[in-house]
């Protein structure tokens, strides 16, 4: 993306989100959904990950991962 003008409502909200950038107030509903789709999909991949990784490397690691 060279022109982050171009980007609409929602678009700018799922940037916010990914890029680490607090929420902005006063923004449209659009913005918001944006924002909550990349926060749920961010969430949702983590608590994956934690869910097939955590087992592996903790038998791995043994104490030394806690």
């Known amino acids: ?8 409502d929602y678009e700018k909200g799922e940037w ?16 918001y959904a944006g924002y909550g789709d990349a926060y749920a999909t961010e969430q949702s991949a983590t608590w994956y990950s934690e869910q097939i990784f955590e087992p592996f ?3 791995t690691l043994g ?4």
């Open 1 to 8: 993306m060279t022109d982050l003008n171009k980007l609409n």
């Open 57 to 59: 490397i903790t038998k």
């Open 16 to 31: 916010d989100c990914i890029h680490a950038r607090p929420a902005r107030e006063c923004e449209s509903a659009q913005y």
């Open 63 to 66: 104490a030394k991962y806690e």
